[in-house]
């Protein structure tokens, strides 16, 4: 999940490609060694820079997607935006053995950790699964048992980021429910929803507000909003409501 970073007064470090997976065909998991890294939970995110040789320098924010129990090691998963000035590089240029620059870990509102409890609900959207992969995979690093439900938009199957990982953790734990919709394009056979999430999706897939869930909703702004009001909506007390979003990049 790219976006525009602000200013902090974090150090930063240069941390050495250790891995890569392609996620889908525009998604890409990069795991960087970092020589110092203090640790982070589940949703935070760091900033990314990159300096040419001119010493332009360009900035953005990285949703962290590994749990962290997998530290010192941090695994960033981007989506390339055409018209990125970081992304594209990060997805199609960088190899093992590169270094990369950044600084973090940020954020600490949009986190959950095993303590908080639940009912769990994650909301993703696109590349808004990253920080909520984060939390699942804490949450199987833990071995935590915590009734949680993922409902997660993407356009089509081919773009469903960690399809092959979800359908694992899914399959491996009674107390986890992963909901899938596809909004553009569906496979031959698709039993899952084909539509946008909507209020009446959010009502047959959220528990019910007097079970008081912890929400985390993830993606582009447009449809953090949506999901969001309509939770409210159903009665569900925003205070509970956490969301994280990104500029524009389609629809999901």
């Known amino acids: 999940m790219e976006r525009r970073t602000l200013p902090g007064r974090l150090t930063w470090q240069r941390g050495e490609v250790v891995a890569t997976e392609q996620e889908t065909a525009r998604a890409k998991s990069i795991t960087l060694a970092l020589p110092t890294w203090m640790g982070h939970r589940a949703g935070q995110h760091v900033d990314v820079r990159l300096t040419a040789e001119d ?7 990285y949703s962290i997607a590994s749990p ?4 010192p090691r ?10 990125g000035e970081v992304s ?16 973090g870990p940020i954020g600490g509102y949009f986190v959950w950790e095993a303590r908080l409890g639940g009912p769990l609900l994650l909301v993703a959207g696109g590349s ?12 199987a690093a833990v071995g935590s048992t915590i ?5 997660y938009s993407s356009r ?19 107390m986890l429910e992963v909901v899938q919709t596809l909004t553009r394009v569906q496979p031959p056979g698709w039993t899952g929803y084909h539509r946008r999430i909507d209020t009446d999706m959010l009502r047959e897939v959220a528990w019910p507000s007097d079970q008081h869930p912890l929400m985390y909703i993830c993606g582009p702004t447009p ?30």
């Open 68 to 71: 962290p129990e997998e530290q």
């Open 88 to 103: 594209p590089y990060l997805t199609d240029e960088l190899r093992i053995g590169d270094k990369l620059e950044l600084r």
């Open 128 to 139: 808004g699964i990253v920080p909520l992969m984060a939390m699942l995979r804490h949450r």
């Open 223 to 252: 449809f953090v909003e949506t999901a969001a009001a309509s939770l409210v909506t159903l009665g569900h007390e925003p205070a509970r409501i956490k969301t994280e979003r990104f500029g524009p990049t389609g629809e999901a």
């Open 156 to 174: 089509s199957y081919a773009d469903i980021i960690y399809r092959e990982e979800l359908e694992h953790l899914d399959e491996a734990d009674q």
């Open 55 to 61: 010493g332009y320098q360009a900035e953005r924010s």
């Open 74 to 83: 941090v695994t960033l998963t981007v989506e390339r935006l055409d018209d």
């Open 147 to 151: 009734p949680t439900r993922l409902l």
